[in-house]
């Protein structure tokens, strides 16, 4: 059964700072990796969508990395702003679903 | 549609009572999800459709729970004789097909409490 965990669970940074969150997953035999953006009360916005065959994809201030083989997956946030402010979820499609992990609570203090 | 709706974004009802959670999704969609996310949990899978049909129903909690689409578009979940711990907020979600590629588009989730 796959299982994803996020690390860590929440993180609290000035504006301007670079910062990193990290995904793992237990079985490598997945289709690809999706990382989301939730705000409160509101649903899941696609961040950034990861093939099994891609090493990382970009876009604007956001790079996710992943490395199927050792089952890990990192986004990292480039100049982080207030608006960033949101839970960020790692989700990696196997079958016939995504699996979600936890999720990490992030803010951007101004 | 421009994006995935849900409705009602909100329902409270009473413990015993049945209730019926709508999705229409992204025009053109094939694919349609139901998860199921409580508080201070991550999102746990309920039920995938492709077209019509559901090949996977292994996220469905009890028999309570069933869903159902037609005509490939909206979809509706209903929860039979809702219990206290089915409250939670119910996403939908829709994507193009069925390949490695497909984003998942989602919807804003009916927040469910059952009293």
């Known amino acids: 059964k796959q299982e994803v965990t996020q690390i860590p669970a929440a993180l609290s940074v000035p504006e301007g700072e670079n910062l990193v969150l990290n995904c793992s997953f237990t079985?490598?035999?997945?289709?690809?990796l999706q990382w989301f953006r939730q705000d409160p009360g509101k649903g899941l916005t696609s961040l950034l969508l990861?093939?099994?065959?891609?090493r990382e994809q970009t876009s604007g201030r956001l790079n996710a990395s992943l490395d199927k083989s050792s089952g890990r997956s990192t986004l990292y946030i480039a100049a982080s702003q207030p608006g960033d402010s949101a839970t960020y979820l790692c989700?990696?499609?196997?079958?016939?679903?995504?699996?979600f992990g936890a999720g990490t609570i992030l803010r951007v203090k101004s | 549609g421009a994006g995935v709706s849900q409705s009602p974004s909100n329902k409270v009802t009473e413990k015993g009572k049945d209730v019926e959670l709508r999705c229409d999704p992204i025009s053109g969609h094939t694919a349609l999800y139901w998860y199921r996310q409580s508080l201070g949990q991550g999102l746990e899978f309920l039920i995938y459709f492709q077209g019509n049909s559901a090949p996977d129903k292994s996220g469905l909690p009890s028999d309570r729970f069933s869903a159902e689409r037609t005509g490939g578009s909206v979809s509706t979940l209903t929860i039979q004789r809702t219990q206290q711990e089915d409250s939670a907020v119910y996403l939908c979600?829709?994507?193009?097909?069925?390949?490695?590629?497909?984003?998942?588009?989602f919807g804003s989730g009916t927040q469910l409490s059952v009293l």
């Open positions: 979600a829709s994507s193009l097909g069925w390949t490695e590629v497909e984003k998942l588009f």
């Open positions: 079985d490598s035999a997945i289709y690809n």
């Open positions: 989700a990696v499609k196997g079958g016939n679903k995504l699996v």
């Open positions: 990861i093939q099994s065959s891609q």
